[in-house]
């Protein structure tokens, strides 16, 4: 006769080690906490003035000043506390001497151009077909604008371009 297999699943008693008590009582312990602290969180906060308090001189009241003279006095205050303020003298633009770059390959015009302080570069493919310059060496100049001379260094400066062998 054959025998019998059990196919069924072996059941097995699951024991717990001496610490599984502590996991549970942790997380609940620090759900009450939470709980706590969130309490806390959830009292009325007072306006911004009471985030910063004000220093013993700030507090104390000037005798013959009423309340908004003393208010002139605290910004005089964090004027005085910054250094030259009221010195500033507006900013001359600097002028640079924009090079001829028609005939150079790009990556040399746009170097030229920054050597002589202009950053604000704008490169065109003088095709007509919108392509992009992915590598500057293989192009070659055009045209600029504005032309050589003396400008702002804050002006924009336009290189067009075309792929090396191709004509303009």
Same mark, same amino acid.
């Given at each position: 006769?054959?025998?019998?297999v059990s196919r069924?699943?072996a059941?097995?008693?699951?024991?717990?080690?001496?610490g599984a008590?502590?996991?549970?009582a942790?997380?609940v312990g620090?759900?009450?906490?939470?709980?706590?602290v969130?309490e806390e969180?959830?009292a009325p906060?007072a306006g911004?003035e009471?985030?910063?308090?004000p220093?013993?001189?700030?507090?104390a009241?000037?005798e013959?000043?009423?309340g908004e003279?003393?208010e002139d006095k605290?910004?005089?205050?964090?004027?005085?506390?910054?250094e030259?303020?009221e010195?500033q003298?507006?900013?001359?633009?600097?002028?640079?001497e924009?090079?001829g770059?028609v005939g150079?390959?790009l990556?040399?015009?746009?170097?030229?151009? %920054?050597?002589?302080?202009?950053?604000?570069?704008?490169?065109?493919?003088?095709?007509?077909?919108?392509?992009? %310059?992915v590598?500057?060496r293989?192009?070659?100049v055009?045209s600029?604008?504005?032309?050589?001379?003396t400008?702002?260094?804050d002006?924009k400066v336009t290189?067009y371009?075309?792929?090396v062998?191709?004509?303009?």
């Amino acid at each position: 006769m054959p025998q019998r297999v059990s196919r069924g699943i072996a059941k097995k008693k699951i024991t717990l080690g001496k610490g599984a008590g502590i996991a549970p009582a942790v997380l609940v312990g620090l759900g009450v906490l939470g709980a706590v602290v969130g309490e806390e969180k959830k009292a009325p906060v007072a306006g911004p003035e009471a985030v910063a308090s004000p220093s013993a001189e700030e507090e104390a009241p000037a005798e013959d000043a009423p309340g908004e003279a003393q208010e002139d006095k605290r910004a005089e205050k964090a004027v005085e506390g910054v250094e030259g303020v009221e010195e500033q003298p507006q900013e001359e633009k600097e002028d640079g001497e924009l090079p001829g770059m028609v005939g150079e390959n790009l990556q040399f015009a746009q170097d030229s151009a %920054q050597a002589a302080g202009f950053f604000l570069l704008d490169d065109q493919d003088a095709s007509g077909l919108g392509r992009l %310059q992915v590598m500057d060496r293989n192009w070659t100049v055009c045209s600029q604008e504005p032309g050589p001379g003396t400008y702002p260094v804050d002006t924009k400066v336009t290189i067009y371009a075309v792929k090396v062998g191709e004509s303009c």
